[in-house]
Nanobody, 115 residues
Framework: VQLVESGGGLVQPGGSLRLSCAAS????????MSWYRQAPGKERELVAI????????NYADSVKGRFTISRDNAKNTVHLQMNSLKPEDTAVYYC?????????WGKGTLVTVSS
């Protein structure tokens, strides 16, 4: 299993970013996928999750209405569209999948929201 995140960077408050996670090594279309984040000095937290076919999504209260998770099963990719970004969204964002009872993580992509 391999997960590779991309799309992070520096953005001003109120701006937008789109994160991507390219997956390989498992049957992508049959697994739920999720995005987590970890801010400096804080625990890793769940941001969003999407079902295998994409019909169900769920979000942390802190990002509801601002972030959208989506997936492209033809390209084995999951995305996180982040709008109206706030300084408190600054964190390393990770893609995660649980396969065979084991959690697999990408290396993360850093998102910094600052003026």
């Amino acid at each position: 299993v391999q997960l590779v995140e991309s799309g992070g960077g520096l953005v001003q408050p109120g701006g937008s970013l789109r994160l991507s996670c390219a997956a390989s090594g498992f049957t992508f279309s049959t697994y739920y996928m999720s995005w987590y984040r970890q801010a400096p000095g804080k625990e890793r937290e769940l941001v969003a999750i999407i079902s295998s076919a994409g019909g169900m999504t769920n979000y942390a209260d802190s990002v509801k209405g601002r972030f959208t998770i989506s997936r492209d099963n033809a390209k084995n990719t999951v995305h996180l569209q982040m709008n109206s970004l706030k300084p408190e969204d600054t964190a390393v964002y990770y893609c995660k999948v649980a396969v065979g009872g084991i959690n697999y993580w990408g290396k993360g992509t850093l998102v910094t929201v600052s003026s």
